[in-house]
């Protein structure tokens, strides 16, 4: 090949000497973070230091921006590489768990022996099989093997409720965790098609995680103890059968992939346990999870008694799961995962405290924190924006004193604190400003990736785009609908980015909020009663558009539907409202902000395009939001805006949205 062509030889050449040379450097730092580990355990400090993280991913964004390289690609990189460092850390201080033999679900082949082996990597072992989740557990207490690896819960259908039954009993212990990604295939045997599949074997808890698709292809289910049991079925049988497991664990039997991904959701994980004989001890610098197990007096409060215990102490919850006794009908033991080592001394006063209010309490174990969330540094220059300047931020507006029964639940009185909305990693409202940003429409996959990758290395915090675009005339484009939305979702993915789009019925709003991180109601849709009802229902945080003749109190009435509903995750957006001006499409009406800043806890953002409907008024208005005191802006941008599908003449040129990007932040 380079033969052929000996300037792109060379040109090889050299990235693998500058790969080469990375890997070199990150063994040394690795063996740097080891020795810093070994200086901590001296020092008493813990090994995670959260603020010294986040001073090098800030360093390094500016550092990265400076050359020219996307921001976010430089954080991502730098987040595997402290996880990395942690993980080495974690295992100078305390070493991984060697074990002779493990008993997992099924033997090779399921999803439990690849979590076994990945706990137990570090060491040469044995699996052992057991059928039942109950055989595992019988084969460690009966000191056959010397761990048990287990699942406790699922990333879409939760607890694995006959796992923490066997929990109770609570004479082993947990001394590990471990976060499993699942990636549910069918499978089948070469030649099969899913039409001709007359049933699909799988382990219970594998078959619910698919339950959509199997609904959807209208497959009559068959549960099998395990999923290597499946497997082995469907291999050795003449029958039409598939099986739901990994296409590694199928391709060892001979078997064909009929459909891929196919669990409810798009990233599915399983967190695995590992229990023992006898409680462990964690290193005190290593960050822990302590699980403990307790049951409540019947009385008033009395759950309340024992969450006062850990908020008292700052102890920070990751779990808690409520099981019948056994024995006692209606009565209720429940789990908790807790951050924290069992051994510190504010963990023993925390036990001693919770034994005084309840009727049990055990330790169910001690282990290092395998997930621990990576330090969040914006892009060096939304850092700069989020720690607003409060000095230079206009003073508060006081709110007319009036009682009003139209919206209450939107109004200071209601809540006086700023409602601070968070969403992939960007926070919404309070003393922040963010920037969301992208293509009036979704138009093809390399447009809005493109856009994406804009988006990100700027500094916006969400991706904006429309799928199902309102539009005034219905011969104009109509958007790309949920294709469009499964396009935006995975290039917001990849650049680390939540997405925004519209939704224009109630009936929509279910699969668009599957994929959408924040729903928006169109200015056209602000008193479509029905709708605000529905996405009141919904998860998701919803964008409210101030319709183009309402007034703001009109405005906080709609809001008030959606709150009313249940979700209280709701922004306003000022979008420009149709006055007797030619000169502009919209007249924006900054002046809203304020007076709906004083009235209302609720996060403000300005939409400057669809206001002016002009891209040389963009820069202008935005920056006369921020000075007003809006929490954000939302402003669209375009590769070509001539070409635009919808709304060229407002998009900005990629250029001109960098541009303003630096004012912004300046
Ligand atoms: C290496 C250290 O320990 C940890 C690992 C870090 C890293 O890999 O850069 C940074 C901070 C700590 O969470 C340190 O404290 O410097």
Redesign the pocket.
Known sequence: MASKNPALGELREQISELDNELIQMLAKRQA??KA?AEN?QGSDLP????E??KH?LGQHVQKAQSLGLNPRFVTRVFHT??EE??RT?RHTLQPPLKAARVAVLGGEGSYSAEAAKACFADSEHQLVAGQQFADVVRLLRQGEVDYAVLPIENSITGAISPVYDLLRDGDLYIVGEHYLPVRHTLLAKPGATIAGIRRVLGHPQALAQCEHFLQENRLPLRYCDSTSEALKTVAGSDEALAVIAGEEAGAKLGLTVLADKIANAADVETRFIVLARQLQSVAKAVQAKSSLLFCTWQRPGALVDVLQVFRDRGINLTRIESRPMQGEPWQVMFFVDAEGNVESETFVDALQAIARCTRLVKVLGCYPSERLPPAQVPVAVLAQSEQQDTAAAPAPVSAPVKSNKAWKLASRAHKPEDTVIEVGGASIGGNGFIVMAGPCSVESEQQIEQCAEWTARHGASVLRGGCFKPRTSPYAFQGLGLPGLDLMKAAGSRHGLPIITEVMAPEQVDAVAQQADILQIGARNMQNFSLLKAVGQCHRPVMLKRGLMNSVDELLQAAEYILAGGNQQVMLCERGIRTFETATRNTLDLSAVPVLRALTHLPIIVDPSHAAGRRDLVEPLSLAAKAVGAHGIIVEFHPEPEKALSDGPQALYFEQFANMMRKLHA
């Not at 090994?47 to 959260?50: F, H, T, V």
């Open positions: 740097l973070a810093v901590k090994l995670r230091d959260i010294r993280e090098l590489v402290i460092s942690l850390q």
